[in-house]
């Protein structure tokens, strides 16, 4: 196996972190033959021509590509070596690819085009160029020293000017930069996926968008596209009562008011529904129903809007229904609950199924409950008052996060077993002064922390049955009803209270005895 050697070089202007290279050309030979295949080829920098030490790394190259017996590759490993000092190449092929190496000899001398990297480096007997010469298109160059090169604009074109008309297209650019037109007899045009052609115009279809290539929609991704298209497949609402029976997005276009109809004002009969009010408000009558009836189904969303003035709820869902996955947010509901045939079945917001969340709701002034929601339910960001009984009740395991409760002639707050009550604000509440009712009442298991509980009537906060955390909450300045006003009143035992303070009225136990190793860095004042 023979191999005749060429070693050429390319120098360049050195920039901080870019490797320098220099190419290897061979010629490779098997028994007098052209090799034709591929070979595994490796180079070692040697500071000897025989014996020496190794400079740098080893250079493989496997699956060389050998044609006739000739191969170029690649050598950029020894940059820090290429110094100046003298250095040998050792070469040694496997052929075909996968073999044995065998080292070939002599080693191959380092000539000076390599080195012509080290020149630019900045050595100390580094030269100049020898001349830089004008090519084709081309003026100016010089033999020493700088040299500019300017274009020849009597050759190059400077710039490109005119256009076809409709029906014509570029054939041909002048010497002058003027382009030439012909006119355009042989091209036909067809619609593609989600295209439609009428008249020489395109179109896109509605609601197209996985034929498409986005980029070539105005740089949209087609995710984009496909959600523009659907965000307008909406249906809209402009007038009430109105059902809705099958799944999707609806809109209100306006304030919908009910006149005679003795239904509800939009009757939700089918799963996965959009309700975006849109900014308006729906309006009920005397002899309405509910403002909107989610009955049993499931994931229905209602948001951005107003709900006054229905004698049953604002928003109401059937309690049989488990699972409902009901979310409202960003809805008023002021004045509702009026009717007398079911006084006590109509809080505003009623989503009595489970698995609900009210975000961002405001309700004000409605006769009976403000906000009611079932098991495993979310209240969160919401404020409830000057209703005519509760203000806010969450069911079991559910959750009433950072809502502001106030002036309800009931209670303020109810939390469900299990429930957790955490940094709400419940002050003025039992504004009926019931001896039975106060600020915020909790079950058992339940978590209360950081809740400031001030000036309800009769009880601030009462703990009903075992087994609460209560954890730094502040309660003051309970009003008394016959007398009787409490910060914390504990109907039971085994329960766990934590750095919390008492202001302005006391604590009390309702005749069970709290054991004193539960009862923690508590303050009364």
């Known amino acids: 196996m023979t191999i005749r050697n060429i070693l050429t070089g390319m120098c360049c202007l050195l920039i901080a972190g870019i490797a320098q290279a220099f190419t290897y050309q061979g010629e490779l030979s098997q028994s007098g033959t052209a090799f034709n295949g591929v070979a595994d080829i490796r180079f070692t920098l040697y500071d000897a021509a025989t014996g020496g030490t190794v400079m740098g790394v080893v250079d493989l190259h496997s699956n060389v590509v050998i044609s006739n017996g000739r191969f170029v590759v690649e050598l950029d490993q020894w940059e820090k070596q290429l110094d100046g000092t003298l250095l040998w ?134 995710s984009a596209i496909i959600a523009a298209a659907n965000s307008e497949m909406r249906t809209p609402i402009s007038s009430i009562p109105f059902t809705i029976s099958e799944s999707g997005s609806y809109y209100l276009t306006q304030n919908l008011k009910m006149l005679s109809s003795t239904s509800d004002g939009i009757e939700v009969l089918a799963d996965n529904v959009t309700i975006d009010m849109m900014g308006f408000t729906l309006e009920g009558a005397t002899n309405s129903q509910n403002g909107i009836d989610l009955d049993t189904q499931n994931n229905v969303v209602i948001y951005n809007g107003t709900i006054i003035n229905f004698p049953w709820a604002a928003i109401y869902q059937n309690s049989a229904a488990p699972g409902n996955h009901a979310f409202v947010e960003n809805v008023r509901v002021v004045e509702n609950g009026y009717t007398t045939q079911y006084p006590s079945a109509y809080p505003a917001i009623a989503l ?112 009903f049955s075992s087994t609460n955390v209560l954890r730094n909450n502040h ?11 409490y910060c914390f009143y504990f109907s039971n035992s085994f329960n766990v209270a934590i750095g919390n303070t008492a202001t302005g009225c006391s604590i009390e136990f309702g005749g069970a005895v709290l054991p004193a190793a539960r009862f923690v860095d508590n303050f009364q004042w």
Do not use: M
């Open 89 to 222: 190449l050792e070469i040694a092929a496997a052929i075909p690819a996968g073999g044995s190496l065998t080292t070939l000899e002599p080693r191959q001398k380092i000539d000076p085009a390599p080195y012509a990297q080290f020149a630019y480096k900045g050595a100390s007997d580094a030269g100049d160029i020898t001349a830089v010469i004008a090519g084709t298109g081309l003026s100016g160059g010089a033999t020493s020293g700088d040299a500019t090169l300017n274009v020849n604009t009597s050759q190059i074109q400077q710039r490109v000017f005119g256009e076809c008309p409709a029906g014509e297209s570029i054939q041909f650019i002048a010497e002058s930069g003027k382009v030439g037109c012909e006119v355009d007899t042989d091209t036909t045009y067809n619609a593609g996926t989600a295209l439609s052609l009428n008249a020489g115009t395109f179109n896109v279809s509605v609601g197209a968008g996985n034929g498409l290539d986005a980029d070539l929609l105005d740089g949209q991704h087609a």
């Open 475 to 485: 309660v003051t300045s309970s009003q008394p009803v016959s007398s009787d006003y």
């Open 352 to 463: 009595t199924g489970s698995d609900n969340v009210v975000s961002a709701v405001y309700a004000v002034n409605n006769t009976a409950d403000g906000i009611r929601v079932g098991p495993t339910s979310v209240v969160k960001d919401s404020t409830s008052t000057n209703n005519g009984k509760d203000g806010i009740t969450v069911g079991i395991s559910s959750s009433a996060l950072n809502n502001i409760v106030a002036n309800n002639q009931g209670w303020g707050l109810i939390g469900g077993w299990g429930s957790a009550i955490i940094g709400n604000t419940v002050y003025s509440n039992n504004q009926g002064q019931a001896t039975d009712h106060g600020g915020l009442r909790v079950f058992r298991g339940s978590q209360v922390e950081n809740n400031t509980v001030y000036n309800n009537y009769h009880s601030g906060l009462w703990v």
